[in-house]
């Protein structure tokens, strides 16, 4: 435990970008060779644009990452926050800092962004996807990340999270990202056993549906236990998903990256819905 803790804290910036890059490599070539859904698309396209949002991510995490650095050091140098607050074992301390870090770093801000209209528009890109797969995991507008961001600090301040533990976390939060909107389908019996653990893509892939009520379920990151506890959890067969969002059918809405940047400051289109659901308006 002392060697995981050591390797964290001291985790080279190589090893960091090699976990975001590997994560992506490993999944996308899982899913090319055992893709739940056979897309009729240009991959390599398709994966340029997800790319280019997951760098824009990278470099607002980076340009304020000091930001994060100077609160994990506050919080241990004054005893503030969770972890600091009562005595643990240092097993308990790494999983109770990941879960509460998942909750307010991740789960937390999701639910937000589609509760809040304003935050929505910019969340939005995320669901245009009309192709989920490995890539789609950080397709995030700037904004978002600094939306994202901005929760993650909090989550450190009410953790008290050492940055050790907040580099653990974030390896933890890319790779799971990655492997729950992987285009892939486990075995029945392997989601069953790891849906008790960790977000499965059976469980995520259902957040993509592209209308109300369903694209307001099944948050989670990391855990699939906020979605239980706080009443968003849905199960849906994998073949009646149809991925995208309804207010952005049209390809050169989802398929460009200036169209796309643009989206959060365009006039806000309400939900259509399904022809059964033509009343479903998003919760403001």
Known sequence: MGRLVDYFQHIPSAHRSLILVGGIAFFWLIESAAPLF???????????????????TVVVNFLLAFILLRTSDWTVQHQVGL???????????????????????AWLP???????????RFHLIHHTDVYVDTTTANRHHPGESLVRFFFTTLAVLITGAPMWLVFMYQALSVLL???????????????????????TPTMHHVHHH???????????????????LFGTYHEMDSNAIHYGIDTHPEPHEHSDIGSLLKIPFQKYRPPVGEATKQKQTMPS
């Open 110 to 120: 999701h639910w937000v962004q589609h509760q809040v209209i304003f935050l929505w």
């Open 210 to 228: 592209y209308v109300l009520p369903v694209t307001n379920t099944n948050y989670g990151n990391i855990f699939p236990y906020w979605d239980r």
């Open 83 to 105: 972890l600091h607050w009562i005595t643990l074992p240092l097993w308990a301390e790494m999983l109770i800092g990941v879960l509460v870090m998942d909750l307010v770093g």
């Open 177 to 199: 990202s990655q492997f729950n909107h992987a285009n892939i389908e486990l075995p029945r019996w392997a989601d069953r056993l790891l849906g008790f653990f960790i977000v």
């Open 38 to 56: 056979q897309f009729r698309y240009r991959k390599f396209r398709h994966a340029g644009i997800n790319i280019f949002f997951t760098l824009t």
